[in-house]
Protein backbone atom coordinates (compact mmCIF):
# COMPACT_ATOMS: atom_id res chain seq x y z
CA UNK A 1 0.00 0.00 0.00
CA UNK A 2 2.63 2.32 1.23
CA UNK A 3 4.40 2.00 -2.55
CA UNK A 4 1.34 2.18 -4.63
CA UNK A 5 0.40 5.26 -2.86
CA UNK A 6 3.83 6.82 -3.69
CA UNK A 7 3.69 5.78 -7.54
CA UNK A 8 0.42 7.39 -7.15
CA UNK A 9 1.84 10.59 -5.90
CA UNK A 10 4.97 10.82 -8.52
CA UNK A 11 1.96 10.31 -11.34
CA UNK A 12 0.40 13.18 -9.94
CA UNK A 13 3.65 15.42 -9.88
CA UNK A 14 3.88 14.40 -13.66
CA UNK A 15 0.55 15.33 -14.27
CA UNK A 16 0.51 18.67 -12.98
CA UNK A 17 3.60 19.64 -14.69
CA UNK A 18 2.35 18.64 -17.92
CA UNK A 19 -1.04 20.15 -17.52
CA UNK A 20 1.18 23.45 -16.70
CA UNK A 21 3.29 23.28 -19.90
CA UNK A 22 0.00 23.08 -21.64
CA UNK A 23 1.33 19.61 -23.49
CA UNK A 24 3.40 21.57 -25.39
CA UNK A 25 6.46 23.06 -25.49
CA UNK A 26 6.23 26.64 -24.09
CA UNK A 27 8.85 27.30 -21.35
CA UNK A 28 12.46 26.41 -21.18
CA UNK A 29 12.37 23.24 -18.71
CA UNK A 30 14.50 23.16 -15.57
CA UNK A 31 17.90 22.91 -14.86
CA UNK A 32 19.06 20.00 -13.19
CA UNK A 33 21.36 18.83 -10.62
CA UNK A 34 23.32 15.28 -11.32
CA UNK A 35 24.36 13.15 -8.35
CA UNK A 36 28.55 13.07 -8.32
CA UNK A 37 29.39 9.17 -9.05
CA UNK A 38 30.60 7.61 -5.66
CA UNK A 39 32.86 5.86 -8.45
CA UNK A 40 32.21 5.52 -12.09
CA UNK A 41 29.42 4.31 -13.96
CA UNK A 42 29.32 0.95 -16.16
CA UNK A 43 28.18 2.06 -19.55
CA UNK A 44 26.34 -0.06 -21.62
CA UNK A 45 27.10 -0.42 -25.53
CA UNK A 46 24.68 -1.87 -28.30
CA UNK A 47 24.25 -0.63 -31.80
CA UNK A 48 27.33 1.32 -31.90
CA UNK A 49 26.06 3.83 -28.58
CA UNK A 50 27.30 3.29 -25.57
CA UNK A 51 25.10 4.56 -22.27
CA UNK A 52 24.83 4.96 -18.56
CA UNK A 53 21.81 6.66 -16.41
CA UNK A 54 22.26 9.14 -13.78
CA UNK A 55 20.72 10.75 -10.97
CA UNK A 56 19.10 14.09 -11.40
CA UNK A 57 16.93 16.57 -9.34
CA UNK A 58 15.40 19.72 -10.37
CA UNK A 59 17.38 23.29 -9.75
CA UNK A 60 14.48 25.61 -10.33
CA UNK A 61 11.04 25.41 -8.98
CA UNK A 62 9.25 27.92 -11.00
CA UNK A 63 9.86 25.95 -14.04
CA UNK A 64 8.58 22.96 -15.75
CA UNK A 65 9.48 19.49 -15.08
CA UNK A 66 11.36 18.21 -18.58
CA UNK A 67 9.83 15.66 -20.67
CA UNK A 68 11.39 12.53 -21.31
CA UNK A 69 13.78 12.39 -23.97
CA UNK A 70 14.10 16.51 -23.78
CA UNK A 71 17.97 17.25 -24.60
CA UNK A 72 20.51 19.10 -22.24
CA UNK A 73 23.90 20.07 -22.38
CA UNK A 74 26.55 19.94 -19.28
CA UNK A 75 26.91 23.18 -18.19
CA UNK A 76 30.38 25.31 -16.88
CA UNK A 77 32.27 23.37 -14.59
CA UNK A 78 30.69 20.18 -15.27
CA UNK A 79 33.17 17.44 -15.69
CA UNK A 80 32.37 13.96 -17.78
CA UNK A 81 34.55 11.52 -17.76
CA UNK A 82 34.99 8.03 -19.52
CA UNK A 83 37.27 6.05 -17.37
CA UNK A 84 38.59 2.80 -19.37
CA UNK A 85 40.21 -0.21 -17.42
CA UNK A 86 42.48 -3.05 -19.04
CA UNK A 87 42.65 -6.65 -18.48
CA UNK A 88 45.72 -5.91 -16.53
CA UNK A 89 44.34 -3.14 -14.15
CA UNK A 90 45.81 -0.20 -16.10
CA UNK A 91 43.52 3.02 -16.34
CA UNK A 92 42.82 5.60 -19.23
CA UNK A 93 40.38 8.08 -18.97
CA UNK A 94 39.41 11.29 -20.92
CA UNK A 95 37.18 14.25 -20.68
CA UNK A 96 34.33 12.97 -23.05
CA UNK A 97 31.89 16.40 -22.65
CA UNK A 98 32.05 17.40 -26.39
CA UNK A 99 31.09 13.59 -27.10
CA UNK A 100 27.98 12.57 -25.18
CA UNK A 101 24.55 13.70 -26.13
CA UNK A 102 22.33 13.75 -22.83
CA UNK A 103 18.52 13.33 -22.45
CA UNK A 104 15.60 13.57 -19.59
CA UNK A 105 14.55 10.14 -18.29
CA UNK A 106 11.25 9.74 -16.17
CA UNK A 107 10.89 13.79 -15.75
CA UNK A 108 14.28 15.20 -13.55
CA UNK A 109 14.99 12.28 -11.55
CA UNK A 110 17.25 11.02 -14.20
CA UNK A 111 19.33 11.32 -16.91
CA UNK A 112 21.35 9.33 -19.83
CA UNK A 113 24.22 10.42 -20.61
CA UNK A 114 25.24 8.71 -24.63
CA UNK A 115 28.27 8.54 -26.28
CA UNK A 116 29.49 6.65 -29.66
CA UNK A 117 31.06 3.58 -28.93
CA UNK A 118 33.65 4.36 -31.05
CA UNK A 119 35.42 6.69 -28.11
CA UNK A 120 34.62 4.08 -25.78
CA UNK A 121 36.73 1.59 -27.85
CA UNK A 122 38.96 4.23 -28.97
CA UNK A 123 40.54 4.04 -24.95
CA UNK A 124 41.39 0.19 -25.54
CA UNK A 125 40.17 -0.91 -22.27
CA UNK A 126 37.81 -3.79 -21.88
CA UNK A 127 35.90 -2.73 -19.25
CA UNK A 128 33.91 1.28 -19.45
CA UNK A 129 32.53 3.60 -17.04
CA UNK A 130 31.54 6.98 -17.06
CA UNK A 131 32.58 9.44 -13.70
CA UNK A 132 30.46 12.32 -12.96
CA UNK A 133 32.27 14.94 -11.04
CA UNK A 134 31.54 17.33 -8.20
CA UNK A 135 28.54 20.16 -8.79
CA UNK A 136 27.73 18.98 -11.95
CA UNK A 137 24.75 20.65 -13.40
CA UNK A 138 22.74 20.00 -17.16
CA UNK A 139 21.30 22.85 -19.01
CA UNK A 140 18.35 22.33 -21.29
CA UNK A 141 19.31 22.98 -25.05
CA UNK A 142 18.01 26.02 -26.48
CA UNK A 143 14.12 25.23 -28.50
CA UNK A 144 12.71 27.49 -30.87
CA UNK A 145 9.44 29.03 -29.94
CA UNK A 146 10.68 28.73 -26.02
CA UNK A 147 7.99 31.31 -24.34
CA UNK A 148 10.49 32.08 -21.49
CA UNK A 149 14.23 30.92 -22.37
CA UNK A 150 16.76 30.72 -19.73
CA UNK A 151 19.26 33.88 -19.84
CA UNK A 152 22.83 33.66 -19.35
CA UNK A 153 22.61 35.22 -16.13
CA UNK A 154 20.51 32.55 -14.82
CA UNK A 155 21.87 29.68 -16.24
CA UNK A 156 25.40 31.02 -14.68
CA UNK A 157 23.36 31.84 -11.08
CA UNK A 158 21.93 28.87 -11.16
CA UNK A 159 24.86 26.60 -11.56
CA UNK A 160 27.33 28.64 -10.13
CA UNK A 161 26.02 30.41 -6.63
CA UNK A 162 22.99 28.49 -6.19
CA UNK A 163 24.63 24.75 -6.65
CA UNK A 164 27.27 25.24 -4.34
CA UNK A 165 24.77 26.31 -1.88
CA UNK A 166 23.22 23.16 -2.47
CA UNK A 167 25.98 21.13 -2.48
CA UNK A 168 26.45 21.83 1.25
CA UNK A 169 23.47 21.50 2.11
CA UNK A 170 22.68 17.66 0.45
CA UNK A 171 26.22 17.07 1.40
CA UNK A 172 25.08 17.61 4.84
CA UNK A 173 22.28 15.74 5.07
CA UNK A 174 21.67 13.39 7.86
CA UNK A 175 19.51 11.68 5.43
CA UNK A 176 22.21 11.12 3.08
CA UNK A 177 19.61 10.72 0.08
CA UNK A 178 21.92 11.27 -2.45
CA UNK A 179 23.94 8.03 -1.26
CA UNK A 180 20.64 6.10 -1.30
CA UNK A 181 19.44 7.62 -5.43
CA UNK A 182 23.22 6.99 -6.57
CA UNK A 183 23.38 3.43 -5.50
CA UNK A 184 19.95 2.88 -6.59
CA UNK A 185 21.20 3.74 -9.82
CA UNK A 186 24.38 1.58 -9.78
CA UNK A 187 21.74 -1.16 -9.14
CA UNK A 188 18.94 0.06 -11.81
CA UNK A 189 22.20 0.30 -14.64
CA UNK A 190 23.08 -3.31 -13.85
CA UNK A 191 19.38 -4.64 -15.08
CA UNK A 192 18.40 -5.43 -18.72
CA UNK A 193 16.11 -2.28 -19.56
CA UNK A 194 13.49 -4.90 -20.62
CA UNK A 195 12.20 -8.05 -19.37
CA UNK A 196 12.37 -10.19 -15.98
CA UNK A 197 15.57 -10.92 -14.90
CA UNK A 198 16.18 -14.85 -13.34
CA UNK A 199 15.52 -15.09 -9.59
CA UNK A 200 19.34 -16.02 -9.43
CA UNK A 201 20.14 -12.48 -10.14
CA UNK A 202 17.94 -11.16 -7.93
CA UNK A 203 19.53 -12.94 -5.27
CA UNK A 204 22.81 -11.99 -6.12
CA UNK A 205 22.51 -8.54 -7.46
CA UNK A 206 23.37 -6.19 -4.59
CA UNK A 207 26.42 -8.31 -4.00
CA UNK A 208 27.44 -8.41 -7.94
CA UNK A 209 27.02 -4.03 -7.87
CA UNK A 210 27.19 -3.11 -4.37
CA UNK A 211 29.27 -5.14 -2.68
CA UNK A 212 28.39 -6.71 1.15
CA UNK A 213 25.14 -5.85 3.05
CA UNK A 214 25.53 -2.79 5.09
CA UNK A 215 25.63 -3.03 8.56
CA UNK A 216 24.05 -0.78 11.13
CA UNK A 217 27.29 0.96 10.62
CA UNK A 218 27.22 1.48 7.75
CA UNK A 219 26.53 5.11 5.59
CA UNK A 220 22.73 5.36 6.41
CA UNK A 221 22.10 6.39 3.03
CA UNK A 222 23.88 2.77 2.03
CA UNK A 223 21.34 0.97 4.48
CA UNK A 224 18.35 2.76 3.13
CA UNK A 225 18.78 1.85 -0.70
CA UNK A 226 19.43 -1.87 0.88
CA UNK A 227 15.69 -1.55 2.04
CA UNK A 228 14.36 -0.54 -1.12
CA UNK A 229 16.60 -3.26 -2.67
CA UNK A 230 14.73 -5.74 -0.64
CA UNK A 231 11.57 -4.69 -1.16
CA UNK A 232 11.73 -4.50 -4.45
CA UNK A 233 13.33 -7.81 -4.55
CA UNK A 234 10.49 -9.34 -2.63
CA UNK A 235 7.85 -7.41 -4.91
CA UNK A 236 9.45 -8.81 -8.02
CA UNK A 237 10.16 -12.54 -6.40
CA UNK A 238 6.24 -12.69 -6.20
CA UNK A 239 5.59 -12.71 -9.73
CA UNK A 240 2.95 -9.79 -9.70
CA UNK A 241 3.19 -6.67 -11.31
CA UNK A 242 5.99 -4.54 -11.06
CA UNK A 243 9.42 -6.16 -12.36
CA UNK A 244 12.63 -5.45 -10.38
CA UNK A 245 13.87 -3.02 -12.66
CA UNK A 246 10.24 -0.80 -12.36
CA UNK A 247 10.51 -1.41 -9.09
CA UNK A 248 13.75 0.32 -8.54
CA UNK A 249 13.04 3.23 -10.98
CA UNK A 250 9.72 3.67 -8.81
CA UNK A 251 11.77 4.14 -5.85
CA UNK A 252 14.63 6.16 -6.67
CA UNK A 253 12.20 8.47 -8.22
CA UNK A 254 10.43 8.86 -4.97
CA UNK A 255 14.07 9.66 -3.01
CA UNK A 256 14.85 11.86 -6.14
CA UNK A 257 12.00 13.76 -5.48
CA UNK A 258 12.74 14.12 -1.66
CA UNK A 259 16.43 15.59 -3.01
CA UNK A 260 14.40 18.19 -5.11
CA UNK A 261 12.61 19.51 -2.74
CA UNK A 262 15.76 19.79 -0.37
CA UNK A 263 17.61 21.61 -3.07
CA UNK A 264 14.40 24.20 -3.51
CA UNK A 265 14.23 24.56 0.30
CA UNK A 266 18.32 25.44 0.11
CA UNK A 267 17.70 28.65 -1.83
CA UNK A 268 15.05 29.91 0.23
CA UNK A 269 15.92 32.34 2.46
CA UNK A 270 16.78 31.29 5.70
CA UNK A 271 16.54 27.77 3.79
Known sequence: MVARSRFFALGLVFSFLFVLSGGTVLAAPQILGVVASAAPLPVTCAGGLCTA??????????????????????????????????????????????????????????????????????L??????????????????????????????????????????????LASDSDQETVTVGTMTRLISALPRWGRVSAERRRTLWRDVVGPEPTEASNIGLQKAAKEFRYCQHWA??????????????????????ITKKAWKAVLPGG
Not at 77 to 98: C, F, H, K, M, Y
Not at 130 to 154: R, Y
Not at 239 to 253: F, K, V
Open 124 to 169: GGQVAALDVGALASLVPVAQAGDKTPLSKSEIAHVTGVQRKIVARV
Open 237 to 258: DTGRGYGLRHCLEEMHDFKADR
Open 53 to 122: EFSAFCMQQHRVSPRGGTPYRTAKGTILTLVSTAPDGTQRSVVVNDKVSIQSKRGHFAVRVTLPESAVRG
